[in-house]
């Protein structure tokens, strides 16, 4: 009951998390062409798309990491929180990256914000493993499979940030990389 | 319990969206005579109660195609996250219907917003029809039931599109053909 | 399952749409006496407080209701959703009650809001009484006991009305007799 | 059920609360420099990250004494709502310190807000232990550890408000004391 209610307060932060990122767009309530002044919100809608698909990402392997896990503690709880805080934070950077999408500074404070967000994650799961909360459906290879993608978002984001020294829209190129990479880790498990 | 946790997270972000609709309605703090202001928001009060039910109908929709689900695989997650985006965009073409009601850009921007959400609804009924994820309580005529249902929200408002282009108001009295279509097909299926 | 996946969307929407009421409060960035500005948010922090105990009492009135109803229909579906909508609505006229709180317009506003949403849970309490959806727990002292306690809420607030047509402060004072009058039922009830 | 239901309600409120919390993060749309808006935002990033801190050891508190709730009666459900009001206020003091960081009478109004919130949380407690709600997994161990538990937030923010009066700054490090006195209490009381 304890893992159960630590599950379900995740999943409403995140649900509320994700859905809160449509609260940054909106359009001059005084505007006059409708149409120009949707198409100059192009921006924030692709942010708003990112982000989403982001989360849900994470979601999705929070999730995974929960289906094997035995118990909860007091340390996995703590963490598990951190990771909440990260995702609860994300509409900020999400709007900051619409506003301002071609800025050095927002594609870096983007980047390193989901790559915290992953790079927490991640974390969670090592302490799950080593700290012994596994259960029993958690398999080597289950645990190597997860640990593989439980680093793909964090890498790819967190190592986008030199490149947006060099140009920012190569930044954001990179961050597609994850979705990519992801499929692929997948289908070679599933065949597996 | 991996079913029951996908149609918990889809429960938790539709009850937000819907929720989150309120947040565009106020009055400017500083007027003087908020009768006139408060019927000046006319306009929002309905795009509010209009997206309030076609949202609360997307719901039960999903709700009856959950209770056909056998279980859940990743494409299915990865359709229901892609439909729930599009519930999650939802309070925004809301509230630019309610600012600009007589703009055709925000009235084809609504039904362009409204008919994609639908359309994705379908087409997760189709993917779970196909790929054999129904369980035994789903006999024939319900998935013909499900399936003419699921087809009339996005086709009144993809198709109130052009319309719109004659006459934005004549596409808004379109929107309002779904509700009375349900409502027939649902005596139909009752009595049979 | 039916009824309990309707009951937990209720209660998720209503738990945000008490918990949005903040999203109003606000003071202005640029202020220099902070503790000046926060005196004045007076009537907004009262208007949050108020509409948090009236929606805190339709959510323990809605919760009684599904205690006894033994499953849900598609008409119930739909009255609640009614229920829900006014729900997700009332952040507005508190809104506008905090910023203008000795306007007669938003007085009225607040009491119609409130009085309708009362309102349409009775509604939903009678039909679930004579469609024949209680379950065996439902003696006639409980259905005469909760049917006499939702009709308080309502009363109050749309007896009230009129009153603000004499004095818009004389209505405030009313709407607090509905938490005294249900403290007078509830006693009683307990001691029978 | 009475007692699940209750306790996923004010789950799902205080999740809200703590996501919430996001929404008054925000850089001006028209800014040229976003890395100098970004590191001027830092008191509201930090009042944020504080408040979720909080938000969040209130949760686990509130989540330690329902796991030794047997029942609810009507009087809890009532003194559990006004918990969830107190919470539900948080993020409206929070972006006042968020703005006004160096101001006292945001300081105080923080201070005042948390250790109200954690003053009712704690009366809870009071109530559980002398109305006999306890089930049989509390032992007089656990009541005194959580009763000591509960009291050190209320003490320390509401014992930081004469500090401010001195120096505000100096109440707002001595919010990070419960932080320390928690994690020492919690390893006495795992070590017996």
Redesign the interface.
Known sequence: M?LE?V???S?????????????E???P?A?E???AA?LDRWPQILS??LS??VI?IF??AH?RIF?YIAGVD?LL?TIN?LF??CV?????PT??LG??DS????VV?YAASIGATGAVLAATWQYVVHAGLLNDRADPRVVRYITRRSLVTPLCFLGSIPFAFINPRLATFLWFVPLGLLAVI?LRH?RS
């Open positions: 304890e209610r599950a379900f307060f999943d409403a932060v995140i649900a509320i998390a994700i859905t809160l990122l449509v609260v767009l909106s359009i309530a505007t062409d409708v149409g949707l708003f798309i989403f698909l849900g979601w999705r999730h289906r007091e709880i929180l909440l805080m609860a934070f994300l509409p900020f709007a900051v506003n301002h800025s050095r500074a927002s404070f997948n599933q």
